[in-house]
C-alpha cells in the first residue's frame, strides 16, 4: 500500500459533501483511517492513500474504485453484519468496522491470488468445460470452490432491522435531478402538474456537480445553484433525494428505494432523465488500482476534497478528460499528460494547453504497470481500429483517469417497454417508442450539448405537465443533438499479445473470453451473454456490455445495430428482500368469539385468513389434550366454535329454483324447516363444495358452505346468475353470522337448560331440522346437523351476539361435561363416522361417484351444474373409489395423509385421512382405490415413512355407531 | 400495475380483479354431444388479439365483460353484460354476424429484445 499523506485537497472549490469540522475514525481490515462527516468509505479511505479495496472475483487482481458513485463492484465491502456493501455509497461512521471480502489472508497479500495464474484452467465457459471430468471428480472440486466464490459472510445470528413501505402520488415523476431532470422537473411543475423529483444521490446537479461547461467550472455551478434554488422554491414540486428508482411498470405504476423504504408510486407521466454510465478503455491491465473514470476523479475531488492521486496521466476521446486535467491541477495535482485518442479541441483544450499540459494526439494506453497501484502506463500510436503501435512511451503516474465516452442509461425505459437501438451516427444506443406516459430528457435521450439539454428538457417537461392535467399537449420534441457524435470513442479496445484486457471487471473477462464465446458457437448477443457471463455481475454490464457488443460484432463482422441488446429488467438497483417484506400488511380474520379462546389456552391454526383453535392446552400435550376432547364430545358434550363457515342467504322466488341449479340433489319440494345437504360440482363434474340448505321461508334459503370454499361458490352463483337471471337475492352473510356446534348425548340438556322458544323436544324438533327464535335471548337460527356423529345443534347468531351465546352455552353446559373442542378433533369425530371433508378427502377431479356420494345426486331434475359431465363420466366408467379402511394391525407405524397405497411395484391408490381413533382404539381412515378393489375385506398394503409397507382391509363406513342411532337421539 | 376500469366501481388496480375465462356460449347439454361438450370443457380458442372474456371486481363481487389484446395486453373495453347482450342483438338484428376475435396468425418480429 503506498500512502500519500496529502490526498486532502486545501483549496477552496473542493469538499462540497464533507464538513471538516467534525473528523471521525473507523476502521478497515482492522486499521484505523480518519475521515469527515459526509465522507462516505471509498472517498475516505482514498484520502488517507488507501486505494486498494478488493479482490476480483475470478482472478483475485486487485482492485480499487473504477466510478465513485455505486456503480461498479470493486467497491464491495463488509460492514458489521452486513455483506455486499457499496464502499463508495455507505456514509462513514465513528467507530465504523469494515472489512474487506474476498481474499484469504491480508488484502495486500491474497493467497487466492494464484488464480491470476490458472487462467487457462478457467477459460471461458469453464463450468460447462472443467472439474467434472473425470465422473464422480466434481465433488472434490465442488467444496474448495464454493469456498472460494461468493462475496461477502452472512451473519444467521444478524438482528432484524426496521423497513417499511409507503405509497405515492403524482402527476409527473422525473427521474434523475441532474441539470435535464431539474429543467424537465421545474417545467412540469410551472406547467401546473403535481411533480416529484427523485435522485440518487444526496444532492442534486448530477454531473453539474462536478463537471465543467465549455471548460468553465463556474458556469456549472452556477446554474446548478440557479436550478436547485428554483426547484426547492416550487410548491407543487416535491424532492427526494438519496432514492433510487428501481422499476418502471405498467400504467405508470413506479418502484423506488429510499434508505429502508420501500416506495410504490402511481404517477401519470414519467420523464426518465437517468444520465449515462461512463465506458472504460479496453487495455493490458486496464483493472489496476488507480485506474478509474474521470468522472470518478473529478466526484473525489469536488465532492470529497480528496485528490485520486499525485501524478495523473488522463486518457480521452473527448473534452470532459481535459475538464478532468484541468480539475486536478486546480486541486494541487501534477498531471503527467494527457493521451487524446483523437484530435479533440475546445475551450477546455485551449486552457490545458494554456497550462502547459502535454497532450498527445491519436495515442491510447496499451498496458499498465504496477500490482496494488498503477505505477506507469504504456502509450502507444493507434494506427487502425483497435490496432496500435508498440509501446512508444512509460509515463510515470498513480492513477489514470480515463474518458471515452459513454452509454444512456436506458434501462428503465427499458422496462416501460421502449425499445434500445444502437444509432451508428454517434456510437451509442437509444430508446425509441417508449409507450404511452414515459419520455426521456437530458444524455438518456442523447442530448448533451447543454443549451440543446435545457431546450429539450423544458419542452418535454411543459409537455409531460398537459397530458398529466388533460390539457392539449403538443407534439415529442424531437432529440436531435449534432455534440453527441463527440463524446464515446467507436472502438477504444486494444488487444495485446499477452492478454488480461478486462471488458468486464466484475466477472473478470478479457477480450479473449468474448472472442472465443463466439467461437465456442454463442455468438448471439443473447448466448454471449449467458454462456461468458458478461453483465451479470453486480454492475449488470454498465461498463462491459458496449464493449462486448463491439467486439462481438468485430468478430462477426455485423454491425453493433444488428447485434441487438439483451432485455433489461427490473430491479434497476439490488432490492434487499426486506424491502419486499418490511411491514407487510396481511390480515387476520378472528371469530368474535376468539377472546375466549385465547383465555381457554387455545393453540391456533390459520383457516385461510381465519385463526380458529386446533386444541386447547398445551403444545407438547397436544395429542392428549385432541384425545379428552374427542372422549368428551362422545360421552358428555362438546362445544365448537364453527363462525368462519360459510354462510349465504339466498332470497326471492326463484331461490328454490336457483339452489335446484347450482346444487346436485333436489331442493324444489324441501318443505320449510328442513335442512338437506347440499353438494355442488362445477360445470365439468368435479366436487367443489359440500353444506347444508335450510329451507327457512318458501322464498327464503340460508345455505351454508365450507370456510376455504365460499368465496368461490359465491362467485359462481353470482355468475351464473347474471346470465340466468332468475328472480333472486344470493348474499354472503358469513362474517354476519357466528356459530358455534353443539354436539354429543348432553347437548339437548343444555339447550332445554336455556329459556327459548324453539321446542328443542326429539318429536317437535327431529334430526336434520332446521328452526329460528330466540336462544337466552339471542336471535338464532338452529340446525339439527351430524357432522360428528352425535346428537348435535349448530346454532347461528349475529356475530355481535357471538361471545356471548358461547358464555352462556358454556355456563349452561358446565354441569352436564361440557367441554370445548377444536379443529383437530372435529376431524377426528368425522373420521369415525366416514364423513368426507371436501378438499381432503376430494381432489381436483373428484367426481361425486368416486366419492361415493351417488346418493346426492338427483336423478329426476333436468339440469344442475355439473350433471351433464357426471353422466359423461359414469357412462364411460368410473376407475376409482374412496372407501373407509382399517389397520389389520393398529400398534404398527401409522399412515399419513397422502401415503401411497402399492401393489406390484405400481401406485394404485392414496390415502386421504387417517387417524388413531381414541373412540374405536384402532386407526381408521378414507383412501382412494380402484374399483374392483373396494369391497369389504379387500386387502391392501401402504407404504409409510422408511418405505415400511403395512397391510390394511376395506371397512365399510361409518366405523362409529353404524345404525346413526347416536345422531338421532 | 395495470389498471383496469370497471364499469361499476371505476379505475381500480388490477389487483382487485379476478379473471373469469373467455366468453363462450355454453352448448344446450341436453342436446350437446360427448364431443360437443368434452370441447366447451376443456378446449380453449386461445387467440393471438383481440378477445371477450369475463372479469370479477373482487371486492364488490360485481361481474362483467371486458374485451383485451391478448398481444399488446392492452385492455380495449369494459361493459356490463347486458351491454354485452344488447351489443350481440344489435349485431343479429342488424345482419352483420359479431366480428370473429381477429387472430394474428405467423411470427411476429422480435428484433433482439426477448430472451
Request: net charge neutral; glycine share 10%; with cysteine.
Amino acid at each position: 500500500m503506498s500512502a500519500s499523506p496529502t490526498s486532502r485537497i486545501e483549496n477552496g472549490g473542493f469538499g462540497l459533501l464533507i464538513d471538516r469540522t467534525k473528523p471521525m475514525s473507523f476502521t478497515f481490515d482492522g486499521r484505523l483511517f480518519n475521515g469527515y462527516h459526509g465522507d462516505t468509505i471509498a472517498s475516505a479511505l482514498y484520502g488517507a492513500g488507501q486505494v486498494l479495496l478488493s479482490r476480483s472475483f475470478k482472478y483475485h487482481r486487485p482492485r480499487g474504485a473504477l466510478t465513485m458513485n455505486g456503480l461498479d463492484a470493486n467497491t464491495l465491502v463488509q460492514v458489521a453484519d452486513e455483506p455486499n456493501v457499496r464502499a463508495d455509497l455507505h456514509a462513514v461512521t465513528p467507530g465504523l468496522a469494515v472489512t474487506s471480502i474476498n481474499r484469504l489472508g491480508s488484502l495486500e497479500r491474497d493467497a487466492f491470488s494464484v488464480m491470476d495464474y490458472f487462467g487457462r484452467f478457467l477459460p471461458v465457459g469453464f463450468y460447462y468445460k472443467t472439474f467434472f471430468r473425470p465422473a464422480g471428480v466434481w465433488k472434490y472440486f465442488e467444496r474448495p470452490i464454493r469456498i472460494m466464490a461468493g462475496l461477502g459472510t452472512l451473519d444467521p445470528r444478524a438482528a432484524h432491522k426496521y423497513y417499511d413501505k409507503a405509497y405515492l402520488f403524482t402527476g409527473v415523476l422525473v427521474v434523475g435531478g441532474g441539470q435535464a431532470g431539474l429543467q424537465a422537473a421545474i417545467a412540469a411543475a410551472e406547467g401546473g402538474a403535481d411533480t416529484l423529483l427523485i435522485e440518487e444521490n444526496s444532492e442534486l446537479g448530477g454531473s453539474l456537480l462536478y463537471g465543467r461547461i465549455d471548460g468553465s467550472r463556474e458556469t456549472a455551478e452556477a446554474l446548478r445553484r440557479d436550478l436547485v434554488a428554483k426547484a426547492r422554491s416550487l410548491k407543487n414540486l416535491t424532492i427526494l433525494t438519496s432514492t433510487v428508482v428501481t422499476g418502471l411498470f405498467t400504467d405508470g405504476w413506479v418502484a423506488a428505494v429510499s434508505g429502508n423504504r420501500l416506495l410504490k408510486i402511481r404517477t401519470r407521466q414519467t420523464i426518465v432523465a437517468a444520465g449515462s454510465f461512463d465506458q472504460p478503455i479496453v487495455f493490458r491491465n486496464n483493472d489496476r488500482p488507480g485506474i478509474l473514470f474521470a468522472t470518478a476523479a473529478q466526484r473525489l475531488m469536488r465532492l470529497y476534497g480528496v485528490r485520486p492521486g499525485t501524478r495523473a496521466v488522463i486518457a480521452t476521446s473527448n473534452t470532459f478528460g481535459y475538464d478532468a486535467a484541468l480539475d486536478l491541477l486546480d486541486a494541487g495535482g501534477e498531471v503527467a499528460a494527457i493521451v487524446d485518442l483523437g484530435a479533440t479541441s475546445g475551450p477546455a483544450v485551449e486552457a490545458a494547453r494554456a497550462r502547459g499540459i502535454r497532450i498527445l494526439n491519436n495515442a491510447t494506453l496499451v498496458d499498465a504497470k504496477g500490482y496494488l497501484r498503477v505505477e506507469s502506463v504504456g502509450v502507444a500510436a493507434i494506427t487502425g481500429t483497435g490496432k496500435t503501435s508498440a509501446v512508444t512511451d512509460w509515463l510515470t503516474c498513480d492513477c489514470v483517469l480515463i474518458s471515452v465516452g459513454c452509454s444512456p442509461a436506458l434501462n428503465l425505459a427499458s422496462h416501460a417497454g421502449a425499445k434500445v437501438v444502437f444509432d451508428p451516427a454517434i456510437q451509442m444506443h437509444r430508446a425509441i417508442n417508449p409507450p404511452q406516459g414515459v419520455s426521456l430528457a437530458g444524455s438518456a435521450a442523447s442530448l448533451w450539448t447543454p443549451d440543446r439539454v435545457a431546450s429539450h428538457a423544458k419542452a418535454t417537461g411543459t409537455r409531460a405537465a398537459h397530458l398529466a392535467t388533460g390539457s392539449p399537449a403538443g407534439d415529442d420534441p424531437g432529440s436531435a443533438d449534432p455534440g453527441a457524435a463527440a463524446i464515446t470513442h467507436p472502438y477504444p479496445i486494444f488487444k495485446s499479445g499477452k492478454g488480461k484486457e478486462f471488458i468486464d471487471f466484475d466477472e473478470d473477462l478479457t477480450i479473449k473470453d468474448i472472442v472465443n464465446s463466439v467461437k465456442d458457437g454463442y455468438g448471439d448477443i443473447q448466448l454471449v451473454k449467458r454462456y461468458s457471463t458478461a453483465g451479470l455481475g453486480p454492475s449488470q454490464g454498465r461498463h462491459a456490455n458496449l464493449n462486448t457488443i463491439r467486439v462481438v460484432s468485430a468478430v462477426t463482422g455485423k454491425p453493433p445495430e444488428v447485434i441487438g441488446t439483451t432485455t433489461f429488467r427490473p430491479p434497476l438497483v439490488p432490492e434487499k428482500f426486506a424491502h419486499m417484506a418490511g411491514r407487510a400488511f396481511e390480515p387476520t380474520r378472528l371469530t368474535s368469539m376468539h377472546r375466549r379462546h385465547e383465555e381457554l389456552g387455545a393453540q391456533f391454526m390459520t383457516a385461510g385468513l381465519w385463526l380458529r383453535p386446533a386444541f386447547y392446552g398445551a403444545k407438547d400435550n397436544a395429542a392428549r389434550a385432541i384425545e379428552d376432547e374427542v372422549r368428551a364430545v362422545r360421552n358428555a358434550a362438546g362445544l365448537i366454535d364453527v363462525s368462519t363457515l360459510g354462510g349465504l342467504d339466498i332470497r326471492g322466488p326463484d331461490a328454490a329454483a336457483f339452489i335446484d341449479r347450482m346444487y346436485t340433489w333436489a331442493y324444489e319440494k324441501q318443505p320449510v324447516g328442513r335442512a338437506r345437504y347440499t353438494l355442488m360440482t362445477d360445470i365439468a363434474g368435479v366436487v367443489i363444495d359440500d353444506g347444508v340448505a335450510c329451507r327457512l321461508a318458501p322464498n327464503h334459503y340460508y345455505v351454508t358452505a365450507t370456510t376455504s370454499a365460499v368465496d368461490q361458490v359465491y362467485r359462481a352463483m353470482t355468475w351464473f346468475n347474471v346470465q340466468w337471471k332468475m328472480d333472486v337475492d344470493v348474499a354472503n352473510v358469513t362474517a354476519a353470522y357466528s356459530a358455534v356446534n353443539l354436539a354429543g348425548p348432553k347437548a339437548r340438556d343444555i339447550v332445554q337448560s336455556l329459556a327459548s322458544d324453539i321446542d328443542f323436544s326429539k318429536e317437535a324438533f327431529p334430526y336434520m331440522g332446521v328452526r329460528t327464535g330466540t336462544l337466552a335471548g339471542i336471535p338464532v337460527r338452529v340446525l339439527r346437523v351430524g357432522f360428528v356423529g352425535e346428537a348435535g345443534y349448530e346454532i347461528h347468531c349475529p356475530a355481535g351476539f357471538g361471545e356471548a351465546l358461547w358464555d352462556i352455552l358454556m355456563a349452561a353446559g358446565k354441569p352436564h361435561g361440557l367441554k370445548p373442542f377444536g379443529v383437530e378433533a372435529q376431524r377426528i369425530l368425522r373420521l369415525e363416522k366416514g364423513h368426507i371433508i371436501v378438499g381432503q378427502d376430494t381432489d381436483g377431479l373428484t367426481n361425486p361417484i368416486e366419492a361415493g356420494m351417488d346418493w346426492a345426486l338427483a336423478k329426476k331434475k333436468p339440469f344442475y351444474v355439473g350433471k351433464r359431465s357426471i353422466e359423461l363420466q359414469a357412462a364411460k366408467g368410473i376407475t376409482r373409489k374412496l372407501v373407509g379402511f382399517a389397520l389389520t394391525d393398529s400398534s404398527g407405524p401409522a399412515p399419513k395423509d397422502c401415503h401411497l397405497i402399492i401393489r406390484d411395484g405400481a401406485i394404485i391408490g392414496r390415502i386421504t385421512s387417517v387417524v388413531q381413533s381414541p373412540t374405536l382404539g384402532k386407526v381408521v381412515g378414507l383412501a382412494y382405490l380402484p374399483a374392483g378393489m373396494t369391497d369389504a375385506g379387500q386387502r391392501f398394503e401402504i407404504r409409510v415413512d422408511g418405505g415400511v409397507m403395512v397391510p390394511a382391509e376395506v371397512v365399510p363406513t361409518p366405523f362409529y355407531d353404524p345404525d346413526n342411532a347416536r345422531q338421532d337421539l | 400495475m395495470k389498471i383496469l376500469k370497471c364499469p361499476l366501481n371505476g379505475p381500480r388496480n388490477i389487483s382487485e380483479f379476478v379473471w373469469g375465462g373467455d366468453l363462450k356460449p355454453m352448448p344446450d347439454p341436453a342436446t350437446a354431444t360427448d364431443a360437443q361438450w368434452t370441447e366447451y370443457l376443456f378446449l380453449e380458442d386461445n387467440l393471438a388479439g383481440e378477445i371477450t372474456e369475463w372479469w370479477l371486481h373482487a371486492p364488490t363481487n360485481y361481474w362483467f365483460v371486458a374485451r383485451r389484446n391478448t398481444i399488446t395486453d392492452e385492455i380495449i373495453e369494459t361493459m356490463t353484460y347486458d351491454a354485452y347482450l344488447a351489443r350481440q342483438s344489435n349485431a343479429t338484428a342488424s345482419g352483420d354476424a359479431e366480428p370473429a376475435a381477429k387472430s394474428v396468425t405467423g411470427g411476429s418480429e422480435t428484433g433482439a429484445s426477448s430472451a
